[in-house]
């Protein structure tokens, strides 16, 4: 074999080596790349969903935080609302004709008599209507009904919006205005307050 055959033969072979070591190398990059988008596909999936959790709690969180601060308000309104009634209520009830207020005041006594003969604690803004006469008018219907007539008035008043306190210097029983009002007052709210609860549960 001539020179030159060896040198085709060795050039043959070197060229065929070449392309097999190129062809493997396409072959490890094109695996290298289909591997990578396959990691970045995953990786960005993961990302997405993370964030798509996080965007549906914080979408939650505000629609939480948003009822919460609307039935808040809700509430403080209801409450103004409330205190106006209140309010206008008080004021009737000090406007109301002397008919009108001795017969409330009159039916504040008997419905809280007990013994019949408790002192009839009154507010220092009293009518003057309410003296000893009326309460003497009162003891005479209650003993009409066999029952002891012997309510007094007290000398010294306290500090109520009106109504009544009746009782000893001891046990007292209080029917004023400022605890009736209350007393409304806590039944309404709390009636409010389960509406909202229960209106958050639905």
Do not use: W
């Amino acid at each position: 074999m001539s020179i030159k055959d060896i040198k085709d033969k060795i050039f043959e072979s070197a060229t065929h080596e070449k392309n097999k070591i190129i062809e493997e190398a396409n072959n490890n990059i094109k695996a290298f790349k289909n591997n990578s988008q396959s990691e970045i596909d995953s990786i960005k999936n993961s990302i997405i969903e993370r964030y798509e959790q996080e965007a549906e709690l914080e979408e939650k969180k505000i629609i939480t935080e948003a009822k919460l601060q609307a039935n808040k308000e809700i509430l403080s309104e209801k409450q103004a609302i409330l205190e106006d009634i209140f309010r206008e209520a008080e004021k009737k009830i000090e406007n109301l004709d002397k008919e009108k207020y001795l017969h409330l005041m009159e039916k504040l006594i008997l419905d809280n008599v007990e013994s019949g003969d408790e002192t009839i604690y009154l507010s220092n803004k009293e009518r003057k209507e309410i003296n000893q006469d009326f309460i003497d008018s009162i003891n005479h219907k209650l003993k009409s009904k066999s029952k002891k007539g012997d309510l007094k008035l007290a000398k010294k008043t306290l500090p109520i919006k009106g109504g009544v306190v009746l009782g000893t210097e001891e046990i007292r029983k209080n029917a004023s205005l400022d605890i009736i009002f209350n007393k409304i007052r806590d039944e309404i709210e709390t009636k409010l307050s389960q509406f909202l609860f229960q209106e958050n549960k639905d």
